[in-house]
């Protein structure tokens, strides 16, 4: 699991979730003729609260959670993580709703002695603020640019090394190591060809790159994305290269208009069309 693919909405359904599973072990129910030292039960005291709303709950944030942290995530009898587990989580708030208006439920239909005074213990309450906050939160997620956001941030790319210094980590990131004499962004796994050779065709683009200057307004710089982006082909077309993923670092070494052209960890060159959000190095 990937935690750097997680959304800021994600981090909100499992901090709901943490506040519901607290809110289970309070009292579900508040008797106002009851006397002191009267041990009301809990939710794991009760099947239709503990399955509607607890365990409910639970399980749809794990789902909406797993749906994003897994790089290819299964299906529950066909349906995508993601909406089985938002449905989840607004059943569950549902039902807490419906146990916080009638607390006695059928018990007060009995005979004509009313409710005995029960209402709402404070353990059904914070289920409902609870339910209501996950759900919510699962629902807006895709919507709102805010809660979209990466949770992890990826982590700051190094200083920039001395020209010819060699940098300390290993490839992936900025300060990627390289081999003596090896181009700029080729792969270290390259090997060098003899003299006279014809080069690989990955090791060439990234030194062509190389030798074309750059734009007056532009230069080269590391940076992440937010969320898996595709990589498009240079030449306009429609096919995918790869997929940039969270908490890798990439070479932004083109800028057209709106959008990049990026370099993945290999050496392959393509167009993100997609910048929104991106984290600069």
Excluded: C
């Excluded at 989580?89 to 006695?104: E, G, I, K, M």
Aim: glycine share 12%.
């Amino acid at each position: 699991m990937n935690i750097r693919s997680l959304t800021r909405g994600d981090g909100v359904v499992i901090g709901a979730a943490v506040l519901l599973f607290i809110a289970s072990f309070l009292d579900i129910y508040s008797i106002d003729t009851a006397p002191d030292g009267l041990d009301t039960p809990n939710a794991w005291g009760s099947g239709p609260i503990l399955m509607g709303v607890v365990l409910a709950g639970i399980v749809g944030a794990a789902l909406v959670v797993l749906s994003h942290g897994l790089p290819r995530a299964p299906k529950i009898a066909g349906l995508e993580l993601a909406p089985f587990g938002t449905a989840l989580t607004v059943f569950a708030a549902w039902s807490a709703l419906a146990n916080v208006v009638d607390p006695p439920s059928g018990v007060d239909n009995i005979g004509t002695g009313g409710d005995g005074g029960i209402s709402a213990g404070i353990g059904l309450i914070l289920a409902l603020i609870a339910t209501l906050l996950m759900a919510a939160a699962a629902i807006a997620t895709p919507m709102v640019p805010a809660l979209k956001a990466a949770l992890v941030g990826a982590p700051r790319p190094q200083a920039p090394q001395p020209y010819g210094a060699q940098p300390p980590a290993g490839y992936g990131y900025p300060g990627a190591q390289q081999q003596p004499g090896q181009p700029y962004g080729a792969h270290p796994q390259q090997a060098q060809q003899p003299y006279g050779g014809q080069p690989q065709q990955q090791a060439q683009a990234p030194q062509q790159a190389q030798q074309q200057p750059p734009a007056a307004d532009f230069s080269p710089f590391w940076f992440a994305v937010p969320v898996p982006r595709p990589l498009y082909a240079e030449d306009g077309s429609a096919s995918q290269i790869a997929e940039l993923a969270p908490g890798t670092w990439y070479l932004a070494v083109e800028q057209r208009g709106a959008h990049l052209v990026a370099q993945t960890q290999d050496g392959r060159r393509g167009v993100l069309q997609d910048t929104t959000g991106i984290q600069r190095g």
